[in-house]
């Protein structure tokens, strides 16, 4: 007799070796766009997101499902301002921490507040619906990136300059994520999925020095209650891959910018199950069926059976088509059709992008920031580059241009090629990737854009 789905995603997040691969394709408010609703309204509503986790389930017929993709819920209530977008998950606009609030000053969290109780209200009529065979992930907002979320880029200079301060923070946002956690857990969530994207941006050191300690008392809490704890970083996270796999969750989730062998071997050795790396946009959003299975046959031959969960690397683009999803997710269910797939998806879709033209980067007065994102107003560590390129072009005045590639868009695509940036989020200075998938300080950017003005343009 064939086990459920839910067995399967179980199993496999437990570090088993299981009949076939886990399949979770992250529905977040791509669900709105398969009800034909606006992701704005989507994620402010119990009934719509319930609506399109059905439609989800109906037409990928996932293992896992998350109740929502948002890491914005927790800044919310502790008094972020969002930016809303009818596309996309909204941003954070405002920083609490870095408009002169300090900690005692934050609103107290509470999952009563807010989006907490829709979310909570969808999550227990989608159990109710698919909960026997589905299993139901509970997502909540890393320490570090919540931490990112009131402090803003300020947190990397406090890191040195008053780390104190920034261990306490940790502190309080891994117990807001405790509290975050047991709302689900409360309301029947199966898994729980720490995403904590931003750690891509630090030094192994400063995981361990910040981040470690914070995340091991919410993974044993997760524990404690009963439940499996995932650890999702997107971005390229190859270096932080070690010291997350010492923590103590139960299986480690990466995005195409990881190598998923490499991943592999390192989750294996530390007893870890893993997840990942579908592309999201060349292949899944930009690419054809074919695309899709043949991604998906990849990984799954990488994954090789044990402890793996095919996945995306993050939450699905709004506009993905669902057919290349469904194509993916039947690799991973049918053995026969993934033989079938491997005689007839033999060729790879190849795009030189010889239309995309580059500026002139070495004519005019002016110096030119590429910044190359999934999307900024979706992605988090996205945002964040580019308010990092916008306030540096503000210092310095009209001599500096920011453009945005927004690799979700054939454009994006072909800029990120055609300028071998290799890494999401990435900034180009007039033509060349220096700051890749890292963030910069403020002084270290202004540094190398007039480095580049003075190169260009004389003392």
């Not at 619906?129 to 997502?139: F, K, S």
Request: aromatic share 6%; glycine share 8%; proline share 6%.
């Amino acid at each position: 007799m064939e086990i459920c789905g839910k067995e399967v995603l179980l199993q496999a997040i437990h570090n088993h070796r299981t009949t076939r691969p886990a399949w979770v394709p992250f529905v977040g408010c791509h669900g709105g766009a398969l009800i034909g609703v606006h992701a704005d309204d989507y994620l402010r509503s119990a009934e719509l997101i319930t609506q399109g986790l059905l439609a989800a389930d109906e037409l990928y017929r996932p293992d896992g499902l998350p109740v929502t993709f948002d890491l914005q819920m927790e800044a919310e209530v502790l008094g972020c301002e969002l930016r809303w977008a009818p596309d996309g998950p909204p941003s954070v606009c405002s920083h609490p921490l870095a408009e002169g609030a300090e900690l005692p000053d934050l609103p107290e969290f509470s999952t009563a507040e807010a989006r907490f109780p829709l979310t909570m209200e969808a999550l227990r009529a989608t159990k109710a619906e698919i909960g026997e065979r589905v299993a139901i992930y509970g997502l909540i907002c890393g320490p570090f990136t919540l931490g990112l979320h009131l402090l803003g880029n300020n947190i990397f200079l406090e890191m040195f300059d008053t780390p104190a301060r920034v261990q306490e923070l940790m502190s309080f946002c891994a117990e807001v994520g405790r509290q975050a956690a047991d709302a689900y857990i409360d309301n029947g969530a199966d898994v729980i999925a720490v995403v904590d994207p931003m750690v891509s941006q630090i030094s192994p050191e400063h995981f361990q020095q910040f981040v470690a300690e914070p995340s091991n008392a919410l993974f044993d809490h997760i524990h404690e209650r009963g439940r499996p704890a995932s650890l999702f970083c997107c971005g390229d996270a190859t270096r932080n891959l070690e010291v997350r796999a010492r923590t103590a969750c139960d299986s480690i989730s990466v995005d195409e910018n990881v190598d998923l062998a490499l991943l592999r071997d390192i989750a294996r050795a530390h007893g870890k199950s893993f997840g990942g790396n579908l592309q999201l946009t060349v292949v899944l959003l930009l690419g054809s069926e074919d695309d899709a299975k043949r991604a998906a046959l990849e990984c799954i031959d990488i994954g090789d059976g044990e402890g793996y969960i095919l996945a995306p690397g993050c939450d699905l683009p709004f506009d993905t088509p669902p057919e290349n999803v469904a194509a993916a997710g039947l690799m991973a269910r049918d053995e026969y059709e993934r033989e079938v797939a491997r005689r007839l998806v033999t060729t790879r879709r190849e795009d030189a992008f010889e239309d995309i033209e580059l500026p002139d980067y070495e004519g005019g007065d002016t110096v030119i920031l590429d910044v190359i994102t999934l999307d900024s107003s979706t992605c988090a560590p996205c945002q964040y580059m580019v308010d990092a390129a916008r306030r540096a072009a503000e210092e310095l005045g009209r001599s500096v241009e920011v453009r945005e590639h927004k690799i979700t868009r054939r454009e994006g695509l072909g800029m990120l090629c055609r300028l071998d940036a290799g890494h999401v989020p990435t900034i180009c200075i007039d033509g060349v990737p220096t700051f890749v998938s890292i963030i910069p300080d403020q002084l270290r950017l202004v540094t190398a854009i007039r480095r580049r003005l003075e190169e260009k343009l004389g003392p």
